[in-house]
């Protein structure tokens, strides 16, 4: 986007920073002098004559990004008194300045104010500037827009649309497969197959961030260099998020019944936070992103999901059922059948079973699909 259009929309986010702020006092006002209660819709209401009052600001821009932020204002004060009703002691909704103030939503979004151009899309919503969007795949514009929703970032503009697909149930397929997500660096599939993760680069993000360190505070060389390596991490994002978009496609495409451990990503990162391992907590946010987009793909599909508790899955062995001690090297040895073999994939295949199991359905087992002989 053109600096133009940033200052255009950094001007758009002073006057709904304005409307959030006013509208926040005026909650708080009624309540304190006269123990009013003030809704959503009163200041719904109240918006069409303040728009009349400022044609310049509130009056020239999309009402459905004014009333974006008036409900966003009704969910913190949901949110307070929820947490209020429930016991806890929630601070009370807060004033925001502009800089925290990153997130435009609109409400209700029309499907046609997105427009296809010869290259990419383009939205305008009233008063705002024109964002231009390249995104990977075309977007199902024949389908209904459910939310718009603009982010700001320091030297980007973001842009999250919503759209209602319709669910497309694919022909049934026989085939089962389980995936071992592991806290190792890849993913394995009981069908043997491997699933690398894009590894970051390390080296290169510590060299920028030691040259950023070296610059002094609020100089622009510096500002220059930490939006160099914002960029490098966004594009490094992107691509993860692709390479987990064609993984999870194929798996959906080639399987009826999906087996999936059942991954505590929540505690799994607050405990690796405490050691300050970036890459592990990352490494689960691509776990994370990949049963996200395994969950509904398979529910459009029309295809099995199964969660299945990771325990012992590492250690037993898939083909006798002996549980043996969990070791450090890469290949499994079953000491009571003398199996030998990866053991990401045994574990896959241990998942894969417990899957079939819990889903009640012996055929997946003994029918259709049989576990691979070693
Ligand atoms: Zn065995």
Redesign the pocket.
């Known amino acids: 986007m053109s600096k133009g259009g940033l200052r255009r929309l950094d001007w758009v986010r002073s006057i709904l920073n304005r409307l959030y702020n006013s509208a926040l006092e005026e909650r708080k006002k009624a309540w304190e002098s006269k123990q009013l209660g003030v809704t959503l819709y009163d200041q719904i209401k109240g918006l069409t004559a303040q728009r009349k009052d400022d044609p310049e600001g509130l009056g020239s821009l999309a009402v459905r990004a004014e009333r974006g932020m008036l409900t966003r204002l009704e969910r913190a004060f949901k949110a307070y008194f929820r947490r209020h009703q429930a016991g806890e002691k929630p601070g009370y909704p807060r004033f925001r300045p502009i800089a925290r103030m990153e997130t435009i939503d609109i409400v209700d979004p029309k499907t046609t104010m997105v427009k296809k151009r010869a290259r990419g899309y383009a939205i305008r919503p009233k008063g705002f500037p024109t964002i231009r969007l390249f995104p990977s795949r075309p977007l199902p514009t024949e389908c209904s827009l459910k939310a718009l929703r603009i982010v700001r970032k320091p030297n980007r503009v973001y842009v999250d649309l919503t759209y209602e697909v319709e669910k497309e149930p694919l022909p049934k397929c026989d085939s089962a497969v389980g995936i071992d997500l592991g806290v190792r660096k890849r993913a394995m599939l009981s069908t043997g197959e491997r699933v690398e993760r894009n590894s970051r680069d390390w080296p290169e993000i510590r060299r920028q961030q030691r040259a950023i360190s070296r610059c002094k505070k609020g100089s622009g060389t510096r500002r220059k260099r930490v939006g160099r390596l914002v960029a490098m991490r966004h594009r490094e994002g992107v691509r993860n998020r692709n390479a987990c978009h064609r993984v999870t496609t194929e798996i959906v495409r080639n399987h009826g019944l999906i087996a999936v451990e059942e991954l505590d990503v929540k505690g799994m990162t607050t405990k690796w936070l405490t050691k300050k391992s970036l890459n592990r907590e990352i490494l689960s946010q691509t776990w994370g992103l990949l049963r996200i987009q395994l969950r509904y793909k398979a529910e459009w599909a029309g295809r099995e999901l199964v969660d299945v508790d990771p325990k012992y899955t590492s250690q037993d062995?898939h083909?006798?059922?002996?549980r043996n001690k969990p070791g450090r090297s890469e290949t499994y040895r079953?000491a009571?059948?003398?199996?030998r073999m990866d053991r990401d994939h045994n574990a896959a295949l241990n998942i894969l079973r417990a899957g079939a199991v819990a889903l009640g359905s012996v055929t997946w087992v003994n029918g259709p699909y049989v576990l691979p002989e070693q």
């Open positions: 062995c083909r006798c059922g002996a079953c009571a059948c003398d199996l």
